[in-house]
């Protein structure tokens, strides 16, 4: 788990927010198998894959806010988010796109060791792009490097207190309407 999305999502509690956490590593989700069906037919599940990317559908589907949470293992996103957004590209067909009727608010947390805070940019820019395919504008991007010298240290992103502060008040800003004047 994302210590510094957890704390993201503390913050939107905070505030109120209902929070539905989907920790992907932990699911059965299959890879696409690009036969299509989903653009051919109205399936309730949206994929004749059966497994728990039914109820992510429904949930994001539902969903006023995303927020998407990964580390960077090999220079771009970890393999379950792409298996995420190659699954969550059934939305996309004429059939289901309109189950997507608004926009929805979003966020990127991310994590990775290389010591440069814009290393992955591209990475990042990437999911921004991915989430906007699906209605989702991203708002706030947080992102966690720079523990090379600790890079093989499980839990390096715990210590980091002032992060970790951050990203709580990120994730209660992210739900508190913009006051104008």
């Known amino acids: 788990a994302l210590p510094i999305l957890d704390k993201f999502l503390e913050g939107a509690k905070a505030e109120g927010a209902q929070v539905e956490k989907f920790f992907l590593q932990k699911l059965k989700i299959a890879p696409c198998i690009g036969c299509m069906k989903c653009k051919e037919k109205d399936i309730p599940e949206i994929c004749i894959l059966k497994d728990d990317m039914s109820q992510i559908y429904s949930s994001f ?10 580390p960077v293992y090999t220079g771009r996103e970890c393999s379950i988010n792409s298996v995420f957004f190659d699954r969550l590209d059934a939305l996309r067909s004429p059939l289901h796109f309109p189950k997507l009727k608004t926009l929805k608010r979003g966020s990127i947390v991310s994590t990775w060791g290389w010591p440069s805070n814009d290393a992955y940019d591209h990475i990042i820019e990437f999911q921004v792009i991915l989430l906007k395919l699906f209605q989702v504008i991203t708002m706030e991007i947080i992102t966690a490097c ?3 010298g600790k890079y093989y240290e499980k839990g390096i992103i715990r210590r980091d207190e002032k992060g970790l502060a951050e990203a709580y008040k990120a994730g209660k800003e992210f739900v508190t309407p913009v006051q104008t004047q």
């Not at 589907?61 to 990964?70: K, L, P, Q, Y």
């Open 61 to 70: 589907i539902n969903a006023d806010s995303v927020v998407i949470g990964f």
């Open 146 to 148: 720079g523990f090379w």
